[in-house]
């Protein structure tokens, strides 16, 4: 008999399957790739909200475990996953950088705010200058996601099937599918919740996000943010991110015209310089309604639980939450009630 079944492989089931070997608890994981998030993530991590200039939840207090939970994979794997980069806000106007000066001098925001700056940056123009985040960067995501089932797979604790709802039994102590019995099983499907029965009637939105990845000649060694984002390719000098889109109206992973223009026309406006699309991705984020995880088990079911509603931010969030989760399976933790489920009524 297992400790765990894990289904979904992103960000969500990696930390938590992560937690689970130093905790020495045996596990087994169902993966189908029907989502993409996590694979297509920018992988940015960067606690402050760039919009309004203020703390995103709870971020900055998560952000050291998050990182220190990634080190340990690449102490492991003795490879590189995180990538510290200072961001470069773009200020439009005088009123912002006034704004960034205020905001710098608050509590939690002077930890990452530099003061601003009129560093050039090849490509582009920006007569208010930059707003310096420091303290930020870039997960590897996909490259990590990438080598943790390639372990899996060596140990044969990786079964890249679609898990099928209706053939779960579940019994007062362990849950039993095609022959495999645990005690207790994580669901962790990213939006591909929407098709879980047990947990399906939770408030997940989800959001569609597109990106482009651009080839040019320019060097651009920070993370810009400006109406998109450009950020470096950790994987291959030369490229970067643009990105991301929002829609909520659209959930399938499909690539589209219309967000390539849209995402192109807000690049020609901040960068001047010659490029080429090399690739296109498109996901869909787990969005809550009221924009906090979804954690717990199933009401009737205490064998059962979930872990989802990452949201735009599973870099910091995940590693944290799956913390929650099994301090709460295993120890009888409370969770949280922010990201408790029971929030909802179920
Ligand atoms: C364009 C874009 C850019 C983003 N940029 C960032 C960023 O810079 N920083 C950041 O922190 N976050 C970012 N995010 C958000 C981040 O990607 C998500 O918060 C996170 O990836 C969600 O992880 P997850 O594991 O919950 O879901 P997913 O990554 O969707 O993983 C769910 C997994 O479950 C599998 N699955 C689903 N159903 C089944 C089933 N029935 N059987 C078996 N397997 C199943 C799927 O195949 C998938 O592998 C971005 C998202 C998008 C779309």
Redo the contacts with the bound molecule.
Sequence with gaps: MYHYII????????SFSQLLEENRRNFIV?????????????????PIILKRFTPAWKAAEMLPYALLQFQKFEHKFQKKYVFPINIYRKLASVEEQNNWAVASDKPVMRDFMLPVSFEKIEGIESPYGFGILKKTG?VN?SQLLDDAKKELKRKKLLIE?????KNLNIYPDYVEYQGIKARCIIF??????K??PYFNSLPLMG?????LLIKTEAQIPYIVKSNVFL?PDVNKKGQYYV???YNWEDKSNIPTQEAKEHLENKLQRLFNKDYKVVLQ??????TVKDRRPLVGTHPDFKNLAV????????????PNIAKDLYNYLEFDQKLPPEIDIKRFGI
Excluded: C, H
């Design positions: 289904v979904g492989f992103g960000i969500g089931g990696f169902f993966d189908n790739n029907s989502q993409q998030s996590t694979r297509i993530a920018g992988g940015m991590y960067n870039i995501v099937e679609g898990f099928q709802y962790a499907e990213g939006y591909g919740l098709k879980n959001t569609k996000g597109e990106m950020a990105g991301a889109t991705k498109a996901g869909i984020r787990p872990l989802n509603g990452l949201g735009t931010r599973g870099v910091i969030l995940a």
